[in-house]
């Protein structure tokens, strides 16, 4: 049990979303999702209704064949669908300028590319 727990979290941070039930919450729930894999050919209901969620939502939906979505999943029970939720917000560069402008302060950008170890970055 202890093993299935730490899978779940496991997948819980690396943005991976099984499961009907799941991916039906985190859509209600406004989640930010990058794409959902629906399993080829299933024609079930409740697929059909995360589909069209989905897809209103501005999701990208992709058909996968079960191999796929088996070789994608961590807990082994997807039921068929498969979210991917993004690991972090993304904001636009224009968001960015705004807030600064609505404070009346400067903006300060700084790129960096190639980071290798992220908490030198913060040091």
């Excluded at 496991?10 to 930010?32: F, S, W, Y």
């Excluded at 082994?76 to 009346?104: M, N, P």
């Amino acid at each position: 049990m202890e093993e299935r727990r730490k899978q779940d979290l496991t997948a819980e941070a690396d943005g991976i979303i099984e499961g009907r039930n799941a991916v039906i919450e985190a859509l209600r729930a406004g989640e930010t999702i990058d794409k959902i894999y629906l399993q080829k050919g299933e024609t079930d209901k409740t697929l059909g209704h995360i589909a069209s969620k989905a897809r209103a939502a501005g999701v990208v939906v992709v058909e996968a064949d079960r191999r796929k979505l088996d070789a994608m999943s961590r807990t082994h029970a997807h039921q068929g669908v498969i979210a991917l939720a993004a690991v972090r917000e993304y904001i636009s560069v224009e968001s960015i300028l705004q807030a600064a402008r609505d404070k009346g302060e400067a903006p300060l950008l700084v790129v960096c590319d190639e980071i290798s170890d992220p908490h030198n970055l913060g040091a």
